[in-house]
């Protein structure tokens, strides 16, 4: 009997780390990795991918003349895997509007920082830099506000004076390893939804800052 209840597919970037923590927790979860794009053709979670027996493709935003064409492309070759849910795990492009609105409900993002703070690059040398206590990590629905959407779930970790950019990258991403797993299963156990904007787990209203767990 098929076990899974959902499927997903991956967009990626580079390393894919994030990616391999999803697929490591595949086994324990309802969801299937039915496949990973990456707009890199030298992504090396495309080699992750391929040694799960994921299909995987690559689609080079280089090869398109703008944005939208290299939208339309992106969204063809997803919905050719009919997924119910879109995972960016580390996928470097800023998406169109009308991509966007195509997956409303359906698209999540995970990003280094406690959003609202510090959307964008270089996150954890401005955490440093304007003095932080705490910095961590978010996954969130994606809206056509950029790093905006509903946030689901934060990791949260304490910045000490001895860290550098380079710690706090470690620290962080061996939290992104718990939490984004996490967010999936609760999207394919039908425990998680966006509504009007806003989260809604096991249909309770979430708080601006989703789930936080603190470490």
Not at 140 to 159: C, M, N, R, W, Y
Request: hydrophobic share 40%; with cysteine.
């Amino acid at each position: 009997m098929d076990t899974f209840s959902m499927d997903i597919v991956v967009l990626i970037s580079g390393n894919g780390s994030n990616l391999q923590a999803l697929i490591d927790q595949q086994p324990d979860h309802h969801y299937r990795i039915v496949a990973v794009i990456s707009n890199k053709p030298d992504a090396y979670g495309l080699q992750r991918a391929q040694q799960a027996n994921i299909p995987t493709k690559v689609i080079d935003h280089q090869q398109f003349t703008d944005r939208n064409a290299f939208d339309q492309a992106l969204q063809n070759n997803i919905d050719n895997f009919q997924p119910e849910l879109v995972v960016l795990a580390g996928f470097m492009r800023i998406l169109t509007d009308n991509f966007v609105r195509h997956y409303t409900g359906r698209m999540i993002n995970i990003h280094p920082s406690l959003l609202p703070k510090y959307r964008g690059l270089h996150t954890h040398q401005r955490v440093i830099d304007a003095g932080d206590t705490e910095h961590g990590t978010t996954v969130h629905f994606v809206t056509e506000e950029l790093d905006g959407g509903p946030i689901i779930i934060q990791a949260v970790i304490s910045v000490t004076k001895e860290d550098t950019a380079t710690t706090l990258a470690q620290k962080v991403q061996q939290q992104e390893h718990i939490i984004y797993p996490k967010a999936v299963a609760w999207f394919s156990e039908r425990k998680l939804k966006m509504e009007h904007n806003k989260c809604l787990l096991d249909g309770e209203l979430l708080p601006p800052q989703g789930v936080q767990i603190r470490h």
